[in-house]
């Protein structure tokens, strides 16, 4: 591998870097993950790859590069990298017995003189809960990754080999290679995804997985049952049957007779022992690993905060590179910067150097790897942005004419680059799939807890609901859990009084009650996976099979309601709700207020309202939303700002329990880079509040601390450019109204305009960085943003000409708002039905074949003209109000397993022709015997049938008995003479 020669001048300072540890980058698609399944399932139909699917561990990123050269995501030298060098250390030390300290050494070294670090999911009870506390400490390894120049990764099978060679432990693999394992593999997902734990997920992939490796140790016996989720991704085809190779050539190493090779003991009771400070426990943890693996642990605890973290930076970005590994960093911490990407450089000098120092490079927000990855697209050469990135710095002066380093390097010869993983490309195919389980445990419960303790339980309950819907999670299963965790809400308030639980050990008070919780019902225990470290899993798979087959095709059955097809026809509403997602100064109020004085209205009878948000005291959308059900057929216009996907997802909820259409109206701008709106445009904005007098909401030129403001409302956008922006609002709402803000063809920003809204603009990160939220007179910039907000004044009366002149007049806008509302209530334009299902993953318990009603009852029709029995059975019972759906099951959950359900998810959507053989009734139900005219797609029950009518209190699933019970004499078979053929679908249901 040959880099670019850097020389040199005798005497030239240059810098010199080197990667220490970093993890695979964040993936961030763009697709949403339902999309990001159906291509990935192409991509293995076209046998350009195969999907990996590996437990995801419910721990903390951990990553080690020898002798004690540990990291955390965002962080070394702490209690978090002392514990993972100590159960990594006694991993080694239980793995090879009395070879264990020789080993140890060799491991540290091969480490160290290849360049390699291993990143590994860290699992512990000692650093906070998560879903479950484990029953054991351990690590799993999820990396290796080989750091000679840009950062490469092992294959999985390398990563395996790798692994089995050191007594490492990996995690369990499941591969699937065809279309029909790869739809399967996501459709047992789906019928998992509630309800399940760590077995029966283990249990049933390991049926429907073309290949399997196990891993060194199972989840259940260090983890626990409770499964935070599984990680798929696109791998090679040829790594596919690498692995298997592999999987064969090293199995999973026996362990000595009761004896467990990948736990760490002691953990616990060390950092008890020394639980004064974190410190202690940091030196206990390392002193007790020994010098084997740590040699000199010493040098963690003398490290001192650098004051000039800048002047480091500085230093790094303006010297010549020495090489071409550290010049492809330069650049990227260049791009980075001039991006504006929300990206902290940690710099920390090494042993009190004044020419080496590591530096961390810690993303603040996910958005940024997104915007990177698209930044990759136009220059494909730049190095991918990392998770947990750390970098040896080394400024070293040249005595010689020549260059002291190579012009080139080794080629790399260990061979184990991650073609498969497609780690260094700058778009992904790869999806996380977690449980409801895990999900209950620490989105629901932990997450909640502040919220629950200081905006109540009311404040509580619309947060979990907002969680479960944006999950998708079915209704039955929000039904149970809003009951569970009402129950929670009072429980845990009632307990504690004063003060608040703390998320870090919200599991010593969460877990005895969902124990007790679980022990009241089976329903309660499929609901919460059970509780506590005694999980019976036995019942657990008992409990999973039990209840009733109810599929709810009859009026009768009055569960869940049944799906409402999405229309892409236009939606027809007996409301509209207008609302602004946009900044302070947008003129929404002024707009409002012309709308609602137009002659004439927009085009529609129906009543207009105006809810100004700065004259409503309290909560302002359940006020809106009150108003709104007291006559659903208004217009309401929200004079709100609506800056945030959460308001977003309260205006969807006002309107789907009001009867309305939403309809957004923006201000258009070109945006930047990483926001919806230019700094034109914000430099309007805050203009207009500068002109401002006696605002209602007490935001005018008199405000102390207006600049603020405003930055706060445009930074609620950063990370999203105005395409994106855009197109949320359409996936969202169907609708987007844009309004002319800016001339076309205006002149520049000017140089002092842009300089302050940029000081304002960094001004509020630190200040947001270190206060959160607080007032800007309460925190330490306090004089800093009195100076600016004087300065902003200034800046702003100094070029008001500027402003004013490249505003596109009130009148303009008004015109275009007024025209655009008419054409959607007149019908001009069709605001399309928001399509948001395809976010979400479905929770389901039977596959079938879909048959259309008018051709069911088509077939009825048929069978009382030729049958005098059948018509007289038949007459009564008004079939044409009743059934409401019909279907032929091909399998069950509860009746089959997750497996055979799964099994169906290739043929979703396929057409399959059934023919009624043969009508059946007794006094309690009726059916039609059905066969399914079709090679791939057979039903699992013994008799095929679709269920018409039961007696009031006849559960639809008897109706599978009526061929028995017309065998006996107690059923009256009618056979068709010509079978009826009726066209359904394969589908999956609740």
């Known amino acids: 591998m040959t880099e670019t020669a850097y020389p040199a001048k005798k005497g030239q300072t240059k810098v010199k ?26 991509v293995v139909a076209s046998g350009r790859g195969v999907v990996e699917v590996t437990l995801k561990h419910s721990g903390s990123l951990f990553m080690y590069a020898g002798d004690g050269q540990a990291f955390a995501k965002n962080s070394y030298g702490n209690l978090y990298t002392a514990v993972g060098v100590y159960v990594l250390g006694k991993t080694l030390e239980q793995a090879w017995g009395d070879q264990a300290k020789a080993k140890q050494r060799e491991f540290n070294a091969y480490l160290k003189e290849h360049r390699i670090s291993i990143s590994m999911e860290l699992v512990t009870a000692v650093l906070g809960d998560h879903g ?26 390398d990563l395996v080999e790798f692994c089995r060679k050191w007594r490492l432990p990996t995690n369990e693999v499941w591969l699937f290679s065809t279309r029909k394992s790869a739809s399967t593999c996501f459709a047992a997902y789906d019928v998992l995804c509630e309800q399940s734990i760590y077995t029966l997920v283990r249990d049933n992939f390991n049926k429907i997985a073309d290949a399997t490796v196990p891993g060194t140790e199972s989840h259940a016996v260090v983890q626990g049952e409770i499964l935070e989720g599984l990680v798929a991704r696109i791998v090679s085809f040829e790594s596919g049957k690498k692995l298997k190779l592999v999987a064969e050539k090293y199995p999973v190493p026996d362990h000595a007779p009761g004896k467990c090779a990948y736990t760490a003991p002691g953990l616990r009771e060390i950092c008890m022992a020394n639980r004064q400070s974190e410190k202690e426990q940091s030196k206990a943890l390392l002193k007790a690993v020994g010098t084997d693996f740590c040699s000199d642990w010493n040098a963690w605890f003398d490290k001192e905060k650098d004051a000039a973290q800048t002047a480091w930076l500085n230093k790094f970005l303006q010297t010549p590179p020495a090489d071409d590994p550290t010049a492809k960093l330069q650049e990227m911490v260049n791009l980075l910067r001039q991006k504006n990407m929300r990206v902290k450089f940690k710099c920390q000098s090494r042993q009190g150097s004044e020419n080496e120092f590591t530096m961390t490079i810690h993303v603040l927000q996910d958005s940024v790897f997104r915007r990177y990855q698209k930044e990759m697209q136009y220059n494909p050469s730049l190095w991918p942005l990392y998770r947990g ?95 569970m965790l009402d129950e929670w809400a009072s429980h845990i308030t009632q307990k504690i009084k004063i003060g608040k639980l703390k998320e870090g050990s919200y599991l010593s008070e969460a877990e005895p009650f969902l124990k007790a919780f679980a022990s009241r019902s089976t329903k309660n225990q499929l609901l919460v996976g059970q509780a506590g470290t005694d999980i019976d899993t036995a019942a657990h798979l008992a409990a999973s099979r039990e209840g009733d087959d109810e599929e709810g095709d009859l009026k009768q059955d009055v569960g869940a309601s049944p799906d409402v097809p999405i229309s892409h026809e236009g939606i027809k509403a007996k409301g509209l709700l207008v609302f602004f997602p946009g900044i302070p100064g947008c003129a ?58 959460d308001v977003w997802k309260l205006v969807t909820d006002i309107c ?25 445009a914000l430099a309007v904005f805050i203009f207009r509040v500068l002109h401002r007098e006696k605002h209602p909401g007490n935001l005018d030129k008199n405000s102390l601390y207006p600049g603020y403001v405003l930055m706060m409302f445009y930074n609620l956008y950063d990370g999203m450019d105005r395409s994106e922006f855009d197109a949320e609002l359409h996936k969202r709402f169907g609708y987007l109204i844009k309004f002319p803000l800016l001339k076309p063809n205006r002149p520049p920003l000017p140089g002092p305009l842009k300089a302050v809204l940029d000081e304002g603009l960094e001004l509020f990160r630190k200040h947001a960085a270190k206060h959160g939220k607080a007032d800007p007179s309460k925190g330490s910039f306090k004089g800093e943003w009195d100076a600016w907000e004087k300065k902003l004044k200034d ?10 002149g490249i505003q596109v007049p009130f ?102 022709p059934v023919k009624f053989t043969a009508f059946l009734y007794c006094p309690r139900m009726c059916a039609f015997e059905a066969q399914l005219d079709s090679k791939s797609v057979a039903s699992k029950n013994p008799m095929p049938h679709v269920t018409l009518w039961t ?14 019970l017309a065998a006996e004499g107690q059923a009256t078979r009618v056979v068709l003479r010509q079978p009826i053929v009726v066209t359904g679908k394969v589908e999956f249901k609740m």
Request: aromatic share 8%; proline share 5%; charged share 25%.
């Open 811 to 912: 009148e303009d806008v008004v015109k275009s708002v007024r025209e655009k509302l008419r054409d959607v209530v007149t019908g001009n334009v069709q605001v399309h039905m928001p399509d948001t299902q395809e976010r979400k993953f479905r929770a389901f318990n039977y596959a079938a074949v879909s048959l259309p009603v008018d051709g069911i009852l088509s077939a009825l029709a048929k069978v009382s003209s030729a049958d005098a029995g059948a018509k007289a059975f038949l007459a009564p019972k008004n079939l044409s109000n009743t059934l409401r759906a019909g279907h032929v099951t091909l399998a069950h959950v509860r009746s089959h397993g997750a497996a055979a359900v799964a099994e169906y998810g290739a043929y979703v959507g396929t057409e399959v």
């Open 389 to 483: 990135f750390f970098v040896d710095v080394m400024l070293t002066r040249d005595s010689q004419n020549n260059s002291s380093s190579s012009n080139e390097t080794e080629e790399v010869t260990l061979g184990h680059l991650d073609q498969d993983a497609m780690a260094d490309d700058a778009e992904h195919l790869m999806v996380k799939l977690k449980f409801l389980t895990y999900k209950i445990r620490t989105f629901l419960i932990r997450n909640g807890i502040d919220i629950l303790f200081n905006k109540g339980k009311q404040g509580y309950k619309d947060y979990y609901f907002r969680q479960m819907q944006i999950w998708g999670t079915s209704a039955e299963k929000q039904r149970e859990l809003s009951r």
């Open 17 to 42: 870097s080197e990667v220490r540890a970093t993890f695979y980058p964040k993936f961030e698609n763009e697709k949403s993950d339902q999309e990001i399944r159906s291509r990935m399932i192409e």
């Open 656 to 680: 789907k329990s009001t009867d309305a259409t939403a309809v957004p109206i923006v201000p258009d701008s070109e945006g930047t880079d990483s926001n919806p709106f230019s700094l034109d």
């Open 132 to 157: 479950q506390r484990p029953l054991k400490d351990y690590v799993v390894v999820t990396a290796v990754t080989e750091l000679t120049g840009r950062p490469r990764f092992f294959s999985t099978p």
């Open 588 to 645: 929404k109020s002024a707009l409002c207020n012309e709308i609602i004085s137009t002659p004439g209205g927009i085009g529609d009878k129906r009543p207009m309202k105006s809810l100004m948000g700065d004259m409503i005291k309290g909560r302002y959308w359940p006020k809106l939303e009150e108003e709104r059900k007291k006559n659903p057929n208004v217009i309401t216009l929200a004079d709100k700002n609506a800056p945030t996907a």
């Open 795 to 804: 800046t702003m009366l100094a070029h008001s000409a500027h402003i004013s």
């Open 951 to 964: 007696a009031p209190g006849t559960p639809p699933k008897e109706a599978g008995s009526l061929g028995k």
